[in-house]
């Protein structure tokens, strides 16, 4: 239950886990509300001095912005806890023998749930992902004889069942964090919604109009029916221009590359061709982002993380056009299973091994040059009076020169999360999709999040400032793009399986295709069932939220019985006065 905070009531807030009042989410909201609060109380307009320049500060007007504005205050961003932060760099980042294990508490303490959210799910999915890979690392070494024909569906059929029971212990576990932290999330709430979080300014125009009408409840009905059924037309019309637009541009391009990669027979201009493909796309995505982010501003959305979750479904269909067409072309017309295993391995090993280079040594030199280059103007400025190394004096000068964690997409609707669980889904979609095809591709995946655990957790607390805390306590769409990856894996393996069994000759494609076709309605029930057996959510954590909703309502009842008690004394004072 959300009560006005008291001093003198503080006794009965509920503690966080490291013992403090207020999350670091709250302290970080406290301070921005703090320093922006500052604003001139008086009826006239103050002059304001700085380096020989004046500048007006009108009545009403914030401090803090207006010195934004002039340029005096270049920014206003969250330092780094010294002492937390080495103790996380040497328990956390550093401690490789720990593989999957985390101080997720800790993690919540220093960067907020969004991003403890984020390293709690690649914990777990690196943990689960240990039985594939021991699996598909089998399958490719062990020569099974007669019996190799009934190991791939076995195979697949495991690595369905796998997937569908860890997303539903992933729920059990999101929300048994939830209920540790002391997050009020409820049950079978949309992800990414908060409702504290929740901003009304898409409702004012209604809620006006109510006000002015009065209280005709008909009308106000059907005023919430319309702006209800306008948001939906919004969104359906938004999702369908970027469909559109990914199938009359996007298709044709990535088909062209994928059939010029089949046919061209040199390697060398087989790579060229790669590298202009790989400078397009990454044109081809910024301008799909953009185009996103202008479109959700015309959505009626409730909150900000509604509108996050708006944009990751429309960049996301850009990506998955990308990264799985071409294999799809290689596979289903070429049925090229040479050049699918070659392109599994590229995109597995030197891809990621490529980007985990990139976004951890490009932060890096940026800030190298940005401290070079500031240095540099600082000793133009003393003129060459000084003796010795130019240093910075302050500490807030060197966290300002670090690059923010940011989104390459949709900066202000998203943080650096988005390309990391982009990075994911990806890497998920492909084990999951072309599994029968290279078994082992689980084994590297397995491989590359153990490692991604550890260089993400370097990148936040060494090359980044520290991130502006987020109060979503899912990981929202993510959740949505994998289970529906999971769906499409059914549907590609058994393809796969089609075509390897119809390609070797030992059967069939009339009874294989009546195989598989059982197989694949026998898998989507088995989607159902696990879904249904295993609950989202565990037995303690319902008894405690069903506590808390109990004491909520004593509560409630007794600030009525209070008020009302109260509002009895002032009236009888009242009467006796008179």
């Given at each position: ?7 003198d ?24 509300h ?13 002059t ?18 207006k ?16 002492i ?6 040497r ?56 019996w190799?024909?009934?190991?791939l ?62 209280n ?50 040199s390697?060398l ?12 796309i ?67 090993i030197?891809?990621e091994?490529?980007?985990?280079l ?10 190298s ?141 009339e ?32 008894a ?8 909520a ?26």
């Open positions: 239950m959300d009560l006005p905070f008291e001093w009531e503080a006794e009965a807030f509920v503690r966080q886990p490291d013992g403090s009042l207020f999350s670091w989410c709250e302290r970080y909201h406290c301070y921005h703090i320093i922006y609060g500052v604003v001139n109380k008086s009826k006239s307009v103050i304001l001095k700085s380096d020989g320049k004046e500048f007006h500060w009108k009545s009403g007007e914030s401090l803090v912005r010195l934004e504005l002039e340029g005096i205050v270049k920014e206003v961003f969250p330092l780094h806890d010294e937390k932060r080495k103790w996380l760099l328990n956390w980042a550093l401690n490789w023998w720990d593989v999957t294990r985390q101080p997720l508490d800790e993690i919540y303490s220093y960067f907020g749930t969004k991003i403890a959210i984020y390293f709690a799910f690649l914990g777990m999915y690196t943990r689960w992902i240990f039985f594939p890979a021991i699996f598909g690392v089998t399958l490719q070494l062990v020569d099974f004889g007669s190799q024909l009934l190991v569906p076995v195979f697949f059929i495991s690595i369905i069942s796998w997937a569908v029971l860890f997303f539903q212990f992933w729920k059990r576990k999101n929300s048994a964090l939830l209920a540790r932290w002391q997050i009020s999330c409820p049950f079978g709430e949309d992800p990414g919604y908060n409702f504290l979080e929740m901003e009304w300014s898409s409702f004012q125009s209604p809620v006006e109009l109510i006000k002015k009408w009065g005709d409840k008909t009308k106000e009905k059907e005023l919430f029916q319309r702006k209800e059924w306008f948001g939906c037309l919004m969104r359906f019309r938004n999702d369908a221009i970027i469909i559109l637009s990914i199938i009359c541009l996007q298709l044709p391009f990535e088909l062209a590359y994928a059939h010029l990669y089949e046919v061209i027979g390697d201009m087989k790579f060229g061709l790669t590298v202009v493909y790989l400078f397009a990454q044109y081809f995505n910024k301008i799909g982002g953009k185009i996103s982010v202008r479109l959700i501003k015309y959505e009626n959305n409730e909150s900000t993380e509604y509108k996050a979750d708006s944009l990751i479904y429309k960049v996301f269909g850009l990506y998955f056009m990308q990264s799985y067409i071409g294999i799809f072309y290689h596979v289903l017309l070429h049925r090229n299973f040479a050049t699918l295993r070659q392109v599994l391995i590229q995109r597995l030197v891809s091994v490529l980007e985990n990139i976004e951890n040594s490009l932060p890096y030199l940026k800030y040059y940005k401290k070079y280059r500031a240095i540099r103007k600082k000793r133009k400025r003393e003129k060459g009076l000084s003796t010795g190394k130019t240093q910075f004096i302050y500490r807030v000068e060197k966290e300002y020169l670090k690059p923010t964690y940011s989104a390459s997409v949709g900066a202000e609707l998203e943080d650096g999360l988005f390309d990391d669980f982009l990075e994911l889904a990806l890497q998920f979609g492909m084990i999951m999709m072309f599994a029968c095809a290279f078994p082992p591709a689980f084994a590297f995946a397995a491989l590359n999040n153990i490692t991604e655990i550890r260089t993400d957790a370097l990148k936040l607390l060494v090359m980044f400032k520290r991130p502006i805390p987020r109060a979503a306590a899912t990981i929202g769409a993510w959740l949505n793009i994998f289970q529906f990856l999971m769906v499409m894996s059914i549907c590609t393996n058994c393809a796969l399986l089609v075509c390897l069994y119809d390609q070797e000759g030992k059967w069939k494609i009874p294989g295709l009546a195989a598989i076709l059982i197989i694949e309605h026998v898998l989507l029930l088995i989607k159902f069932v696990f879904s249904r057996l295993v609950p989202e959510e565990p037995a303690w954590v319902k405690n939220r069903m506590k808390n909703a109990t004491q309502q004593d509560m409630c009842s007794k600030q009525l019985l209070r008020t009302i008690s109260g509002n009895e004394k002032t009236s009888s004072l009242l009467e006796k006065i008179d």
